[in-house]
């Protein structure tokens, strides 16, 4: 009886294997068709069981790095080499590359264009990622020394869920919640604090996403414009988010300034000729050669976040919560170790970014109240004082009888707050127009003044909404 229960477990087994097992073929079709996920069980196999052979440590290296395990391909892309398997070098180029082990990744591309050339070959795709690596190696030596509070994996399809920001730093939407009955597709949209200005990204006749803007007009917006300037000119640009200056806008975009796929950048509006200046990558640890976007500074939480999906599988993003620098901060490249360096720009590890337990204790106090996690303390004493006419004041938002005006009333405290941190920012400018050089001071200047309008506009704004809320109130009180 023993013997013949083994017997059909050994044909179970064997049957089984070989429906799911796939053939070499089978395995190089997928390859083909950029499957890399599905074919490297297979190939995974292969190679264990011809650890010599240069395809085998060549297909199973490849499927590793494109799907985000450069450290299990180094080794088999290596071999590869060695046996002198065609692109060989190529895919080793972009594993160091991947790697953050730019020297090599640049002497193995350069071997690789020597070959080609020998055999008349083009050289324009090793030449391009030999100039990105070199831009990402000069990059390594301004790694930002930011703290990392906190991260998550969540879905990408619904990742923006995630960003939980305050009313006074504008809201987020895909393209197709905030536009749900237009004929057209993009990717996101970001709505100002006080609700008059989008910028979204859109799809162009050209097959590439664009970054547009609309003004809200009485109740309706006015017709997209692409942003002037060079953000466009990237291959794709998305995910936009400006900060309460009205003038400094992130936003992620792929091509040739990219350390591969998506990187986050940053310019700023200058007034004067209605244009943006150069846009600047922000470098790393916020970009990575895998998709870093959606960089968003919540000034009123001071907290940051940006996604990423480095390290991650198909269908899933990062997302990371930074302490904002008020200036740049860069760790100090000829003093430390390479190794160690590496970690925090590829934040392998958030923890080695904690060089100050107070500010993160402090960051992850603030994360858990945004995020909901710590019940909020009862309040006592009043909340406000705001008058509605000479009989009454109110104190608390229950003594709104109009539930408009109750809204329109925290709309007015939004306001207000927006108010409070542009003065701020203001002030803070003027202090450091006041120790600039003239250089400096030149493109300060227009800085300060856009603030300066911006600040004006916002108080008549909110003397406005006042009247409005009394208006409102003093109408349900007759």
Request: proline share 3%; hydrophobic share 35%; charged share 25%.
């Amino acid at each position: 009886m023993i013997n013949k229960i083994y017997i059909l477990f050994l044909l179970f087994a064997l049957v089984g294997g070989g429906l799911s097992a796939q053939t070499l073929t089978e395995a190089k079709a997928l390859y083909e068709k950029g499957e890399y996920e599905k074919a490297k069980p297979a190939f995974k196999r292969f190679v264990k069981s011809q650890p010599s052979n240069g395809n085998y440590n060549l297909w199973y290296g490849v499927c590793c790095l494109k799907t985000n395990q450069p450290e299990e391909a180094l080794k088999y892309l290596e071999t590869a080499v060695k046996k002198r398997i065609p692109s060989g070098q190529l895919y080793l180029g972009q594993n160091y590359h991947a790697l953050y082990r730019y020297e090599e990744a640049i002497e193995t591309y350069e071997a690789y264009i020597t070959d080609l050339a020998k055999r008349k070959r083009s050289t324009d795709e090793a030449e391009s990622l030999l100039a990105q690596s070199k831009a990402c190696q000069r990059m390594l030596k301004g790694v930002e020394q930011v703290c990392i509070v906190d991260s998550f994996v969540t879905d990408k399809a619904n990742f923006l869920k995630s960003y939980r920001l305050s009313p006074e730093s504008g809201q987020l939407f895909t393209y197709r919640e905030y536009f749900p009955q237009s004929s057209q597709t993009g990717g996101t949209v970001y709505e100002t604090e006080l609700g008059n200005k989008i910028y979204y990204s859109e799809w162009q006749a050209d097959s590439t996403l664009n970054i547009l803007s609309s003004n809200k007009l009485l109740d309706k917006w006015s017709k997209g414009k692409p942003l002037p300037g060079s953000i466009n000119e990237a291959v794709n640009a998305d995910y936009p988010y400006v900060l309460s200056d009205g003038i400094t806008i992130y936003y992620a975009a792929d091509g040739a300034q990219s350390m591969g796929g998506y990187d986050i950048f940053v310019t700023r509006y200058n007034t004067n000729n209605d244009t943006y200046l150069a846009p600047e990558n922000v470098g790393m640890p916020f970009n990575s050669p895998y998709n870093d976007y959606m960089y968003v500074i919540d000034e009123f939480n001071n907290l940051g976040w940006f996604a990423s999906d480095r390290y991650q599988p198909e269908g899933k993003v990062c997302i990371y919560v930074f302490i904002p620098n008020p200036s740049k901060q860069v760790y100090n490249y000829e003093g430390m170790e390479r190794e160690q360096l590496i970690r925090l720009a590829r934040l392998l590890s958030i923890r080695d970014t904690w060089t100050d337990s107070e500010a993160v204790k402090g960051a992850q106090g603030r994360l858990a109240n945004v995020l909901g996690k710590h019940p909020k303390a009862e309040k006592k004493g009043n909340d406000f004082d705001f008058i509605i006419n000479d009989r009454y004041t109110y104190h608390h938002l229950e003594d709104f009888r109009s539930a408009e005006a109750k809204t329109q009333y925290e709309h007015y405290t939004q306001l207000k707050e927006s108010y409070r941190q542009l003065t701020q920012k203001l002030e803070n400018l003027r202090q450091q127009y006041a120790q600039a050089d003239k250089g400096k001071q030149q493109t300060m200047a227009v800085s300060i003044i856009d603030l300066e309008k911006r600040i004006r506009e916002l108080s008549a704004q909110i003397e406005q909404t006042a009247i409005q809320v009394r208006n409102l109130e003093i109408q349900n009180l007759k």
